[in-house]
């Protein structure tokens, strides 16, 4: 990792005011709410899914902030910490996760949220939000971590709102790939 000298202190991603917090907890149950109607739910990536799921894509313009889900899964192949998944609305694949623990990060290692993909034409219905909450709840189920990390390219401005409002902040750190990399503290 490498340090961005635009970082928050670190008193700074503790902190935040009322408004925020108010604004943290109604995103929550909006995603909550959506989840509720949508029926999201997250399959593992298997051998009959396989094909389907790599036929999800990016929008138009957005080809640059996510791998294509074939290459996810080419290094779910070749890294066993992976933990591929597809994001479903009932019985109908809208998108694509990937996620895993890694033990190089020491003393503790890091849970990473690496990949989330939500297929052009379902983009814009808030699904992204509801994968989202989906993902973090299961996360914190299989792994009771007290952080989970992901990274996101710079010029991915609706990402990087959509997981500040889930609470994950910049930590000044930067990924292999020159993304910046947020955390978010479960407890």
Request: glycine share 6%; charged share 30%; net charge positive.
């Amino acid at each position: 990792m490498v340090r961005d000298d635009h970082a928050p202190s670190l008193s700074s991603l503790l902190s935040i005011t009322k408004a925020q917090a108010r604004e943290r907890r109604r995103a929550c149950v909006f995603a909550y709410m959506e989840r509720e109607t949508m029926k999201i739910r997250l399959e593992p990536v298997t051998v009959a899914s396989r094909a389907a799921v790599e036929r999800l894509e990016t929008a138009p313009g957005q080809e640059g902030f996510v791998e294509s889900v074939a290459e996810c899964l080419a290094e779910a192949d070749r890294r066993r910490c992976w933990r591929p998944v597809g994001v479903y609305d009932g019985d109908a694949l809208i998108g694509f996760a990937m996620y895993g623990f890694f033990w190089e990060y020491l003393p503790f290692g890091r849970l990473w949220l690496d990949r989330l993909l939500i297929d052009r034409r379902f983009q814009g219905r808030g699904y992204g939000r509801a994968a989202l909450a989906a993902l973090l709840e299961r996360l914190e189920r299989e792994y009771h971590k007290k952080r989970i990390y992901l990274s996101v390219v710079e010029a991915n401005r609706p990402a990087a709102a959509l997981y500040e409002s889930f609470g994950f902040r910049f930590t000044g750190e930067r990924d292999t790939h020159g993304e910046r990399v947020m955390c978010l503290r479960t407890r």
